[in-house]
Structures are given as structure tokens and as C-alpha cells.
């Protein structure tokens, strides 16, 4: 009979219960190609995705889950945890050399965050490159295989491939997290993992938004200062029909900022078929009031504010 792997146990679990682990693989490669894909990077997202956890097919992490589970403690033992991660990160710098190591850096990193390149500390990826790691090789052929060899979805600039590089990796070590971590909570907490959908459109968003800005336009008094505002208002809409770059935005403070750089936002973000809004502020102060003023008028399902000081609802 062949012998199963496994991603995930459950504690107090039978075996037939656990997660297999080319089901973990295969779902986080999708996932991971599906956020990927709005930046031409599916490919390199989808490899990613079907390496990170290569390592797991080694005797010494199934016996971990075995041990784990016998004594009732997760996934984790006392004698630690088998290096896992190393494993996709090895064998994808063997395949693809120079491409492979954009995503050697993405799957060493997949949980203790992304290690620099060469450094004193044997974290860094070139030791993790030459580290001697238990033996993964019982994994079936198919998923060491790259049926599409991924190109950069960027046109190198040698005056500074480095930052193109380091934003790219950073770009699929965020699909691959975000899908590792969604797929494996979708398997322990399917309760929780349930709560993550069901999030209003933009468009439906821009009809909310923009009822309201009628509202409070219908009944503003024509003062010198309104005016002012409806022309910074009617610029910023003119604006969201340009294409796609770098715009700015400069009014003094009362000039209506927060809705009317709002209103070029989800315009401009309709019209390129754009999926989310990302509001990044210098002071903890603005993005409270920015994220406040928000959600009164779109509600609380439709604003995540994300700084040191918010606080996460347990409902």
C-alpha cells in the first residue's frame, strides 16, 4: 500500500483526518498563482507554491507529526521542528539556477521571514543553499517538474535591477505567505477561515460613496469655501479618467482631501479594473481619521485599518 504525507495533523485526530500534503501543495499553488497573476506572475507564484513544503516529505518531519499528535500538541515537538522550508529553496536554485534563487529567497523564507542573501548568519540564504537537509526525494515526480519556466514580468534596468529584484521577491513572498497561512487555517479553523469572504465590491462601494457625497453636496450652503472644495472635487474625478501613473494631490487643510482623493480612488481604480484601495500615511493620527471618516460612510466590512494601535474584533 502506498504510503501517505501529510501537511497538517489535527491533535486527537486519526491520520485519515490530517491533511495530505500534495492536496496543501497543489491548493497553495493555485491560491498563490491566482494573487500573483494581477502582476503577470502566476507562473513564478504557481512554483513557488508547489515547492515550499517539499521538505515535508522527509521521514523526520511525518514522524514529527506522528509524535505531535500522539501527545496531544500540534505540529510541534519538543525536539523542535525538521527544517522544511529549506528543501523548495534548494530545489528550485538546482533547476533554475539564477531564476530559481528568486524563489529560493521567497520559500526559505515562507515562515521565519525573508533571510538576506549572504551574511555571518547561517540563516542567510547562501548557507541555506549549501545546508545539508534530511532527505526529501520520496516526493512524486510531477511535483518537481516546471512544465512553464517563468520570465521577469519587468524589463531589467541594470541601473537598478536590485530594487526591481527586491520588490518582485517581496511581491511572491507575499502571495505565497498569504496562501500558505489561508489554505492551512482553511484546514484547522475552517470556522474562522470562513469569515473571510463576503466583502462588498468596489463597485458597490462607489455607488455608496458617491450617494452620499451627492447628500452632503445637495446640502452645502454655496459658501466661498465650498466652491472651493466642489472644483477640487470635480479636478479629482477629470483626473481618475487619465491613465494609469503617479498623481498628486495638494490642498491646504479643510480643502476636503480625504473624500475627494477617495472619489479619484475608486473612479480611477473601476475604470483599470483594479480590485482594492491602499491608503499609506506617515502619522498613526491621519490613517485613524482617514480609516474613521471611511467607514462611516462605506462601513465597517469595507475599511481594514492596519497600524500599531488598531485593535482586531474578536466577533
Given amino acids: 500500500m502506498t504510503r501517505k504525507y501529510y501537511a497538517h495533523s489535527l491533535s486527537g485526530k486519526p491520520m485519515d483526518e490530517w491533511q495530505p500534503l500534495e492536496e496543501h501543495l497543489t491548493n497553495v499553488a493555485d491560491l498563490a498563482k491566482f494573487f500573483a497573476d494581477d502582476f503577470g506572475a502566476g507562473d513564478w507564484a504557481y512554483l513557488a507554491g508547489l515547492w515550499h513544503d517539499l521538505g515535508k516529505y522527509s521521514e523526520e518531519f511525518q514522524n514529527m507529526l506522528q509524535s505531535a499528535s ?24 538546482k533547476l533554475l539556477r539564477d531564476r530559481g534563487k528568486i524563489l529560493a529567497y521567497t520559500i526559505a523564507g515562507h515562515h521565519a521571514g525573508l533571510p538576506n542573501g549572504k551574511d555571518t548568519d547561517q540563516s542567510c540564504l547562501y548557507d541555506r543553499l549549501e545546508k545539508k537537509i534530511p532527505d526529501y526525494h520520496i516526493c512524486p515526480p510531477w511535483l518537481k517538474t516546471a512544465d512553464v519556466v517563468p520570465e521577469l514580468t519587468f524589463a531589467p534596468d541594470m541601473q537598478r535591477i536590485g530594487f526591481q ?5 517581496r511581491m511572491l513572498y507575499s502571495c505565497l505567505v498569504d496562501a500558505d497561512f489561508l489554505d492551512t487555517e482553511k484546514f484547522i479553523d475552517p470556522e474562522r477561515a470562513s469569515f473571510r469572504k463576503g466583502y462588498p465590491s468596489l463597485r458597490i462601494l462607489s455607488e455608496k460613496f458617491f450617494h452620499f457625497i451627492r447628500s452632503v453636496v445637495s446640502k452645502a450652503p454655496s459658501t466661498k469655501i465650498n466652491l472651493h472644495r466642489s ?8 483626473a481618475a479618467t487619465l491613465p494609469q501613473g503617479l ?42 481619521q482617514n480609516a474613521a ?3 462611516e460612510i462605506l462601513g465597517d466590512m469595507s475599511v481594514l485599518e492596519h497600524h500599531c494601535n488598531s485593535v482586531v474584533s474578536q466577533r
Fill in 165 to 169: 529584484l527586491s520588490c518582485f521577491i
Fill in 247 to 288: 498623481f498628486s494631490l495638494t490642498v491646504p487643510t479643510g480643502g476636503g482631501k480625504t473624500l475627494s482623493s477617495f472619489a479619484f480612488a475608486i473612479k480611477h481604480a473601476l475604470r483599470y479594473n483594479l480590485k482594492r484601495i491602499i491608503y499609506v500615511l506617515p502619522y498613526t493620527s491621519i490613517i485613524e
Fill in 293 to 295: 471618516v471611511l467607514r
Fill in 70 to 93: 500522539e501527545l496531544n500538541t500540534g505540529n510541534a515537538t519538543k525536539g523542535g521542528r525538521p527544517d522544511h522550508s529549506t528543501a523548495g529553496a534548494q530545489y528550485a536554485f
Fill in 231 to 238: 472644483a477640487i472635487l470635480t479636478n479629482c474625478l477629470n
